[in-house]
């Protein structure tokens, strides 16, 4: 088992998701592989590969949505995500038999940290959280507590590393949009 350490943004989307075609889908999968931020490895199972999110602020909106056929229901989910600084978030429905083409609650460019549960639990000790296994706090209640001189001790006791990817972590986003880190 393990615990992943995100980033989240508290606030909703705007932009009601856009259905999008496989086709339309693969060329945007494509596109992305070739600009290296797809944020998902290539996946045959067609159904896993419908289940991703990406980065879409590097582009313009124009190479963007040509792709879905300047579609307006993207051109608002992609105008919206790129403003707030957002990844989108593909989503297939089993139900409905669609994809959809939403914006995510990741930021742009924000990565994450996996780790094993008791690694993870030394982490959120040495952190002074509680020891359940999900939980978020405000970005800038992170920076506060990661600038204690006794919680960096801890974390640089536990693995230099820690330490290095909290720092990252915390320093990915700014407090405007209320970002939180998540974990679970």
């Known amino acids: 088992m393990s615990i992943t350490f995100f980033l989240s943004v508290d606030r909703k989307a705007d932009a009601a998701p856009a259905v999008i075609t496989a086709r339309q889908l693969a060329a945007f999968r494509a596109f992305a592989r070739e600009r290296g931020q797809l944020l998902e490895d290539e996946d045959d199972d067609p159904l896993v590969s419908c289940s991703f999110e990406a980065r ?23 105008e919206e995500a790129q403003f707030r600084g957002l990844n989108v978030r593909f989503w297939h429905d089993d139900a409905t038999r669609t994809i959809t083409m939403r914006v995510a609650s990741t930021p742009d460019g924000a990565a994450d940290s996996n780790l094993a549960n008791g690694n993870a639990f030394h982490v959120l000790d040495a952190l002074r959280l509680s020891d359940d296994n999900c939980g978020s706090m405000p970005i800038g209640q992170l920076r506060e507590t990661l600038g204690q001189p006794y919680v960096r001790r801890d974390l640089g006791r536990l693995d230099g590393r820690y330490l290095e990817r909290f720092d990252t972590l915390a320093a990915q986003a700014d407090t405007s949009e209320g970002i939180r880190m998540v974990w679970g």
Not at 58 to 69: E, H, R, T, V
């Open 56 to 78: 879409v602020c590097p582009w313009s909106l124009a190479s963007i949505c040509a792709i879905f056929d300047h579609d307006v229901g993207v051109i608002a989910v992609v």
